[in-house]
């Protein structure tokens, strides 16, 4: 549902034309809503075309086809087989491109036992081990709140597309298939767990804000009730924060010394930087810490995200006029180039918006 249209975005933010082949339901996007409104929708499909096409129905089928020499790339996330069954395999879309980049999106991938089974992101968050490292010790398995398996695979999807396309415009090479599995992006992200199990027989244990990494690392309760974020990942930091919490001479004790000991001690370690952080508001504990170059942060709502100077200054939010509600606070373009910076050009389309692309019939 969403490593498709993530994936399009990012290219569609930096120049492509990308044209959206919804069926006449439209996408399923258009039916998540908030207060009545396809918001998702409206942020994901900036700088794109829709046209409206049955796959169903064989005269639909060719006018895909016929897009198809236009076309550089070609994005599907059907379930594994789906494109075949329609007649529109690898094959056929090679014969009429052969420089086409086919990028499939599935749960599973498009081979292995499991290639056949729905796989939306939900299903590999928990799979991948990811739930289950997720959360605290005493709680069950947490899955996240956001498609974030689906995000990642778009993110990935968007680079491997232009590796492949690279092949094609640098090296003069032929089109070719992307695999895009939504488990496989989601496990490279989770760090060396299978490498770890490997090697100590030690698997991930949920742990809440901490890491098993290094320490300190924690969400901590500030005096007026809002929270603050800590981490010493480096030992010059975690020394830093001993010093800033006015607790200096544990950078000496055995206990703290050095990252390893800290982890065996993170309870007594996070009740000393909790008891600090408790004795003071948040802007106080930002501004000490702030001016002992210690790594801390607040845990922002959404409301005071985009109130935010940084956030204002870069103008990571931007309003993107829209017909129908005025303007939609979005996203702007990432990652930020200096010589070719992509942009938002155009606000969602409407379901068949952009008909006159297909050929007549």
């Known amino acids: 549902l969403m490593a498709g249209n993530m994936l399009t975005l990012q290219l569609a933010d930096f120049g492509a034309e990308v044209i959206k082949v919804e069926s006449p339901k439209g996408d399923t996007l258009r039916d998540w809503k908030n207060g009545g409104k396809s918001l998702w929708w409206k942020v994901y499909a900036r700088n794109k075309k829709s046209v409206c096409l049955d796959l169903k129905q064989a005269a639909d089928r060719e006018k895909l086809l016929a897009l198809v020499p236009t076309a550089q790339v070609l994005v599907e996330s059907f379930?594994?087989?789906?494109?075949?069954?329609?007649?529109?395999?690898?094959?056929?879309?090679?014969?009429?491109n052969p420089a086409l980049v086919i990028v499939r999106i599935s749960g599973w991938g498009q081979t292995g036992p499991y290639?056949?089974?729905?796989?939306?992101?939900?299903l590999v968050e928990a799979f991948s081990g990811f739930a289950e490292k997720n959360g605290f010790a005493d709680k069950p398995p947490a899955l996240p709140n956001l498609g974030l398996a689906d995000m990642i695979a778009g993110l990935s999807g968007a680079f491997a597309t232009l590796a492949a396309l690279r092949e094609v415009e640098v090296r003069g090479g032929k089109g070719q298939v992307v695999d895009l599995s939504l488990l496989e992006p989601m496990i490279g992200v989770l760090g060396?767990?299978?490498?770890?199990?490997?090697?100590?027989?030690h698997r991930p244990q949920r742990m809440g804000n901490r890491v098993?990494?290094?320490a300190p690392r924690n969400a901590y309760l500030c005096g007026d009730g809002k929270w603050l974020v800590l981490s010493g990942s480096t030992q010059r930091m975690a020394e830093k924060i001993l010093a800033a919490v006015g607790a200096p001479e544990l950078a000496r004790d055995a206990r703290f010394a050095t990252n390893a000991a800290r982890l065996e001690n993170v309870d007594e370690l996070d009740r000393v930087i909790g008891d600090f952080v408790r004795s003071?508001?948040?802007?106080?504990?930002?501004?000490?810490?702030?001016a002992c170059q210690v790594t801390a942060g607040p845990i922002l709502t959404v409301d005071e995200l985009v109130r935010d100077p940084h956030v204002k200054a870069r103008e990571t939010l931007v309003d993107v006029t829209d017909a129908e509600l005025g303007s939609i606070l979005m996203h702007n373009v990432f990652p930020r180039l200096s010589g070719t910076p992509g942009r938002i050009r155009t606000p969602s389309p409407t379901?068949?918006?952009?008909?006159?692309?297909?050929?007549?019939?």
């Open 79 to 96: 379930k594994t087989g789906a494109m075949e069954g329609f007649g529109l395999g690898a094959d056929v879309l090679h014969a009429a």
């Open 115 to 122: 290639a056949q089974r729905p796989g939306f992101g939900t």
């Open 192 to 201: 060396p767990d299978a490498a770890i199990f490997q090697h100590t027989g």
């Open 212 to 214: 098993e990494s290094a």
């Open 280 to 290: 003071r508001p948040l802007a106080e504990n930002l501004a000490h810490f702030a």
């Open 351 to 361: 379901i068949g918006e952009h008909q006159n692309l297909l050929p007549k019939s």
